[in-house]
């Protein structure tokens, strides 16, 4: 199986909060990210967690971590057109360079 | 502010043909990689480079190569392209180590071969 599992689609009202969720299966995974890519654009890093926090908070954003299931999530309040993107998820193990990216998730916010 | 850059956003090109994507950063980073994008498969590392001249194959690295001469400069080429190489191309950079410091993308270049 894929080592970051995301579904593809999420589809939500304006002002409606918006959870897209992340499943990945190495449990030595240290660092966890939530990247959003705009249309036509290069990703940016929109949070991280380390792999030893429970929660992340920053404004609109948070994201949730439960080890045990290795479930990452990330919650988007009060949805805004702006935030119609692609948000991948992706994990890094602390002793290597390069992370793994789960297929991204298409948001789309509609009025 | 940092930038990542790549040499164009669109290109078309014809099968057969010998293609060159450039990426240059300004942030002085180590480690630079090179992604593919395609609908529904996500990011696919093909090439990273963790200083000049190294490089290391990632998952889909067949026909492609790559040269890392400059440390701000990372180049990734198809020899003899072909359709199955159309799509879009994402480069990165992020210092060096094995920290959590992220990675800093390109907007990328949508690649189409005829």
């Known amino acids: 199986g894929e080592d970051v599992e995301q579904s593809l689609f999420l589809s939500v009202r304006e002002g409606d909060s918006s959870v897209i969720n992340c499943t990945y299966t190495d449990s030595s995974s240290t660092y966890l990210y939530w990247y959003k890519q705009e249309p036509g654009a290069g990703l940016q890093l929109l949070t991280y967690i380390f792999s030893n926090m429970d929660m992340k908070q920053d404004q609109r954003l948070t994201v949730l971590l439960n080890k045990k299931d290795k479930h990452l999530s990330l919650r988007i309040a009060d949805t805004q057109t702006g935030d119609s993107a692609i948000y991948f998820c992706?994990?890094?193990?602390?002793?290597?360079?390069?992370?793994?990216f789960g297929r991204g998730t298409s948001l789309i916010v509609h009025p | 502010d940092v930038k990542v850059t790549q040499s164009s956003r669109y290109l078309v090109k014809r099968t057969g043909e010998k293609v060159f994507l450039e990426c240059v950063q300004d942030?002085?980073?180590?480690?630079m990689f090179w992604y593919r994008q395609d609908p529904g498969l996500g990011l696919r590392l093909i090439y990273f480079?963790?200083?000049?001249?190294?490089?290391e194959k990632g998952d889909i690295p067949e026909g492609y190569s790559v040269s890392r001469e400059k440390k701000e400069r990372f180049s990734l080429i198809l020899e003899s392209a072909s359709t199955n190489q159309t799509s879009m191309y994402l480069c990165?950079?992020?210092?060096?180590?094995?920290?959590?410091?992220?990675?800093?993308f390109g907007p990328g270049t949508r690649l189409t071969v005829l």
């Open positions: 992706a994990e890094k193990k602390g002793g290597s360079y390069i992370p793994t």
């Open positions: 990165a950079s992020r210092p060096s180590g094995t920290s959590g410091n992220e990675q800093f």
């Open positions: 942030m002085d980073h180590e480690n």
């Open positions: 480079s963790y200083d000049v001249k190294m490089k």
